[in-house]
């Protein structure tokens, strides 16, 4: 699929579009990627990734739920990129390239980072606090802050109304300031501000092959999920490397 010098232009003026992305093949190799990082993990084979609730317990669910093993490998991560329609996007970037591995402050891999999401059904514990995510990269100092960096979050297994990204239209217009507080990982930024300020979330509809694509400024969150399937959603960021200056 192609994507459009429209959908470009939206998402530089809005800060954020819901758009069609992957074809239904490039869908089906994506889910076939996590197949394989699930087994890999905790060797479980789920053929249907909207049962992975049914067939992993707890305590598997808390293995998958350690970012070293939602990376998708190099070789398939690599492949995921080659989508045409993944390269489309990029295409309409120059200079942007997909984010490194990076594992909390302290550790990074030379290697395109693609990852993926598993949220249960009615499991509070499985999405995260609301955040934009120009304060992790100014958190961890990343090495493209002198540019908009995109996301790219991808439905792999949604129920649309049900679950998904909650993503705060009010919020490309307001200055979020955040504060961070010190947890066992790391420190990790918290808004400082009234959440009044910038008024109320709106579910994004998405249905499987569907992107939300948002720069790192757009205040959002996952939705807890509602339906009785997992959701599942693959995250890819294009950022562009500052230049350094050469020294005098």
Excluded at 177 to 189: E, S
Excluded at 191 to 201: C, M, N, T, V
Aim: charged residues 20%; negative net charge; hydrophobic residues 35%.
């Amino acid at each position: 699929m192609t994507f459009s010098t429209t959908a470009l232009n939206e998402l530089h003026s809005r800060g954020y579009i819901h758009t069609p992305l992957l074809s239904s093949d490039e869908l089906e190799q994506l889910r076939e990627f996590i197949r394989q990082s699930i087994h890999d993990a905790i060797g479980v084979r789920i053929n249907d990734l909207g049962q992975y609730h049914a067939q992993v317990s707890d305590e598997q669910h808390r293995i998958m739920g350690t970012k070293h093993n939602r990376i998708l490998k190099a070789e398939n991560a690599d492949k995921v990129l080659a989508f045409s329609s993944i390269k489309s996007f990029q295409s309409q970037l120059p200079g942007y390239s997909p984010t490194a591995v990076v594992y909390g402050e302290l550790q990074k891999e030379l290697r395109p980072e693609v990852y993926f999401r598993v949220v249960r059904p009615g499991k509070a514990s499985d999405v995260g606090a609301a955040h934009c995510d120009r304060w992790f990269n100014e958190l961890y100092k990343a090495d493209f802050l002198g540019s908009i960096s995109y996301k790219m979050w991808i439905s792999v297994q949604t129920s649309s109304g049900l679950n998904g990204l909650y993503i705060y239209p009010g919020s490309t217009t307001h200055g979020l300031a955040y504060k961070a507080i010190a947890t066992p990982d790391g420190p990790r930024p918290t808004p400082d501000f009234d959440l009044s300020e910038i008024g109320a979330e709106e579910l994004m509809p998405a249905k499987p092959g569907d992107a939300i694509i948002f720069n790192d400024r757009v205040f959002h969150k996952g939705a807890v999920n509602a339906a009785d399937t997992t959701r599942v959603s693959v995250e890819i960021t294009m950022c562009k490397p500052d230049v350094k200056s050469a020294a005098h």
